[in-house]
């Protein structure tokens, strides 16, 4: 019995004292819509400073598309691109992004005075209030997401033809997986937000994004929010994608 007590015992020793590889702790800072948890490795005083460009990005886009954040969202920062991706599962970014209701940001310890931080943040911000109009395309928000966080070159220029209609591009953005597929994807994401900031300006995308919270038919907001017929609209964005492709 002795002897049995004490292979126990050795056991369970084991048990408690083996390391838990990948498994990191994380401080927490309650902000006033933000839940901020950050790796050992950031100061508190960045972590701070990241979330104070949160709620400033928040408050602004609040004001734009009339939306508020019920409770608060989480942020969680990570000193490793590699454990944010796994984490956060993005496709495309080793930065920042936003899935599943919570805030993905990436924090490297070499990083000077979070420079660049910002416009990740408003690109982040901006995917959590888009999430917030279920009606909206995903494409769409997706790409909107780009151009305010500074960020629509930032996968070169369209490389195939194959996208002939707003449909495709919204099966692309469903189905891409893999990494050619993915960067191709947010190459046309980008050129299409800048097709049409360039062609109706900022303010008419946001009204175009606002009245999908009464309407999920994109042709109606499209042409309410453009004053142009969307077929029109289609046709000179395809043509303005194989000009890019061309170049």
């Given at each position: ?154 996968f070169g220029k369209p ?51 606002i009245g999908f919270k ?5 042709e109606d907001v499209f ?25």
């Amino acid at each position: 019995m002795k002897n049995i007590l004490l292979i126990v015992g050795i056991v369970l020793s084991l048990v408690k004292t083996e390391p838990v590889f990948g498994v990191q702790s994380m401080q927490t800072i309650s902000m006033a819509k933000f839940r901020l948890k950050y790796e050992n490795g950031i100061s508190s005083q960045e972590a701070k400073n990241i979330g104070k460009m949160f709620e400033k990005s928040y408050a602004e886009d609040k004001k734009i598309f009339g939306i508020a954040f019920t409770g608060k969202i989480d942020v969680l920062m990570y000193t490793s691109a590699s454990r944010f991706k796994t984490e956060s599962q993005t496709r495309a970014f080793n930065d920042g992004d936003y899935a599943g209701g919570k805030c993905y940001l990436v924090v490297p310890p070499k990083l000077k005075g979070l420079e660049g931080m910002e416009f990740v943040v408003k690109r982040v911000v901006a995917r959590a209030i888009l999430d917030r109009i279920p009606a909206c395309p995903p494409w769409l928000a997706e790409a909107y997401t780009l151009f305010v966080g500074n960020a629509t070159a930032r996968f070169g220029k369209p490389a195939r033809s194959t996208t002939s209609s707003f449909s495709d591009l919204g099966e692309d953005y469903v189905s891409a997986e893999h990494e050619k597929d993915v960067m191709e994807l947010y190459a046309k994401l980008g050129s299409t937000i800048q097709f049409l900031v360039d062609r109706f300006g900022k303010e008419r995308i946001e009204e175009a994004l606002i009245g999908f919270k009464t309407t999920g038919n994109i042709e109606d907001v499209f042409q309410s929010a453009f004053k142009e017929k969307y077929s029109d609209i289609e046709k000179e964005w395809v043509a303005a994608l194989h000009v890019q492709m061309k170049q």
